[in-house]
């Protein structure tokens, strides 16, 4: 069953909550998700999610969900996904009492801490996590020795990686520790490949110690600690969407009012 009007699946899945447009697509190639009462399998199937009805193992999809915009700090120990086949902890575990379908909005590595965004927004995070709108994203990694003005250059200039170099990045050495045994280096990039600042820093001779992502787009937070989760005010809301669709995000953080209690 094909509809020639209406909204690809997979798209309606993500803005009702169900899944990741990834993770939706993976339920309609399983044979997941009927239209009307017949399942289908192709990714470019249409529906109108005002008039179809559209179920994913058997139960009827809503549209009517609120949005729900979460930003985490990230403890290392925690893998970005809300199940893992090894049983890890997951990123969810952190999220006590949250009854919507959100999901990570990108990824941080298991041993990788700081700022992490879950949502159910669909667009959103389809529009963060593409490389083309170039949010960006700064961390701080702590590097063994201390990498050399030709170094820092070549990272900032971009890191051949998996045959594509990476987009210039912002790049400063922010100090150095004792007998200068190892240094911390702020790191913005505007791309998010798989273990990209890692990878960058080994190139370049400066294996990476400690990661942590401190910033995403206008997003910062130093006093949420790590383990614990707030919502983001409609004022970063509107500023985070307003990075993506700009492609530009050096924004100045929205101010937020202080808030007495953070979420375990």
Not at 32 to 47: I, L, Q
Not at 96 to 107: L, Q, S
Request: net charge positive.
């Amino acid at each position: 069953m094909r509809a020639v009007e209406g909204t690809r699946l997979q798209k309606i899945l993500s803005r009702a909550g169900v899944a990741s447009r990834r993770a939706a697509e993976t339920l309609i190639a399983e044979g997941r998700v009927s239209v009307n009462g017949t399942f289908v399998r192709e990714m470019g199937t249409k529906a109108d999610p005002a008039s179809d009805d559209i179920r994913v193992d058997g139960r009827r999809i809503t549209t009517a969900v609120p949005l729900r915009y979460i930003l985490l700090n990230k403890p290392s120990g925690y893998v970005t996904t809300r199940s893992d086949p090894q049983r890890r902890p997951t990123v969810i575990e952190l999220l006590g009492g949250i009854r919507e379908y959100v999901y990570p909005a990108g990824r941080l590595d298991y041993d990788t801490v700081g700022l992490l965004l879950l949502t159910n927004d669909g667009d959103l995070a389809a529009r963060l996590t593409h490389p083309r709108h170039g949010v960006e994203r700064t961390y701080e990694a702590r590097v063994v020795g201390v990498p050399d003005a030709d170094a820092i250059e070549r990272l900032r200039k971009g890191i051949p990686l998996d045959g594509r170099r990476t987009r210039p990045a912002e790049v400063t050495l922010l100090s150095r520790g004792r007998a200068d045994r190892d240094s911390l280096l702020v790191m913005t990039i505007r791309e998010g490949r798989n273990r990209q600042v890692r990878r960058m820093c080994e190139a370049v001779g400066h294996p990476v110690r400690a990661l942590a992502r401190t910033r995403m787009g206008p997003l910062r937070d130093k006093h949420l600690k790590p383990g614990r989760w707030r919502d983001l005010t409609p004022e970063e809301v509107k500023a985070l969407k307003k990075s993506t669709e700009s492609g530009k995000s050096r924004v100045g953080s929205p101010k937020r009012k202080p808030s007495t209690s953070t979420r375990p």
